[in-house]
Structure formats: structure tokens, C-alpha cells
């Protein structure tokens, strides 16, 4: 969904940190207007990051079955959270 959004070919935490970075941020999560704009932007790339480098890439890359149903849920409680904030975001 992110990659669709940004338009772009990057793949993982680094699509992530292109994505959300407030240098060049193609996605805006809010105003940036003031600091806690700024932080909650950086913030939540490195949520977007770590989602990819921790939670994705094991089960893609390695044979990993998710077993423990209550990690499952956290995992899609992330996961909405994460998506419906994208959904809020300008590009």
C-alpha cells in the first residue's frame, strides 16, 4: 500500500524511511508544521521501518509460521493502525 501511495519502486524499510523522512517526505502524515508534527512524522517512519525490518521480512524471507494467536492479533492491531494512518496521509 505504501509503495502504491509513494509511486514508488522501493522495496522494505528503505522504501519506508524515503517515504516518511521530513527531508523529502512523500508522504505526509500531518501539517509539519511544529515540532510534534515533525516527531510524530519521524516517529511514525520508524514504526513503518520496523514493521517491515521486524515483523515482515522474518516471515517472508524464512520458513516462520506464526503460531501464537495472541501475537497475531497485536501483529493486525499494527497493521490497521499503520494502514489507516496511511490512508490519512498526503502525497
Avoid: C
Avoid at 522494505?12 to 509539519?32: D, V
Wanted: proline share 3%.
Amino acid at each position: 500500500l505504501v509503495k502504491s501511495k509513494a509511486n514508488s519502486q522501493l522495496d522494505g524499510k528503505g522504501l519506508m524511511s524515503t517515504t516518511f523522512s521530513q527531508e523529502r517526505t512523500i508522504i505526509r502524515l500531518n501539517a509539519l508544521q511544529n515540532p510534534s508534527d515533525r516527531d510524530e512524522q519521524e516517529g511514525f517512519m520508524y514504526l513503518f521501518m520496523g514493521a517491515m525490518q521486524g515483523i515482515r521480512n522474518p516471515k517472508a524471507h524464512e520458513n516462520l509460521i506464526q503460531r501464537d494467536p495472541h501475537r497475531t492479533l497485536e501483529y493486525l492491531a499494527l497493521a490497521s493502525l499503520l494502514i489507516k494512518r496511511l490512508e490519512e496521509g498526503t502525497a
